[in-house]
């Protein structure tokens, strides 16, 4: 191949792939409206809402990971950055009048890491982390 085709081929390819990259409302509809509901009210309780608690939830350091880990985040065919622009479109869409006015975006370091260790029984992690946690403590 000479050397004009092959940087034209790669010029193709680069732009072609970032052209058709998914938006996170577009990956969050693939990958996650199927349990969750395209308008994320879930079915509670084995599919949580997506409204309300997760921003709250944001104020736990060990539940900041947890969106990742879940098995449908874990294993979502996309990459971690697009799955840390999924989480955060999430929150904002779903949770921002309940984000703690300090809260920062997920980065794309801690999804990683987070989605490594996938949850076997989230529903127990929430329990364990989530729903024993006194709730008095966030509303101040």
């Known amino acids: 191949m000479s050397k004009p085709i092959l940087i034209l081929s790669l010029v193709i390819v680069f732009f072609s792939t970032n052209l058709f990259a998914a938006s996170p409302r577009i990956n969050y509809l693939l990958y996650c409206s199927g349990c969750h509901r395209p308008a994320g009210e879930g079915n509670p309780p084995n599919v949580?809402?997506?409204h309300g608690e997760l921003g709250r939830m944001m104020s736990i350091q060990k539940?900041?990971?947890?969106?990742?880990?879940?098995?449908?985040?874990?294993?979502?065919?996309?990459?971690?950055?697009?799955?840390?622009?999924v989480l955060n479109w999430m929150l904002e869409e779903f949770s921002a009048d309940t984000l703690p006015e300090d809260f920062k975006k997920l980065s794309v370091e801690e999804v990683t890491a987070a989605r490594s260790q996938i949850l076997a029984d989230p529903n127990k992690y929430r329990a364990d982390y989530w729903?024993?946690?006194?709730?008095?403590d966030i509303e101040k």
């Open 63 to 85: 539940m900041r990971g947890y969106l990742a880990r879940v098995p449908g985040s874990a294993h979502a065919p996309i990459t971690n950055t697009e799955l840390t622009e």
């Open 48 to 50: 949580p809402t997506l």
């Open 131 to 136: 729903k024993a946690y006194d709730f008095s």
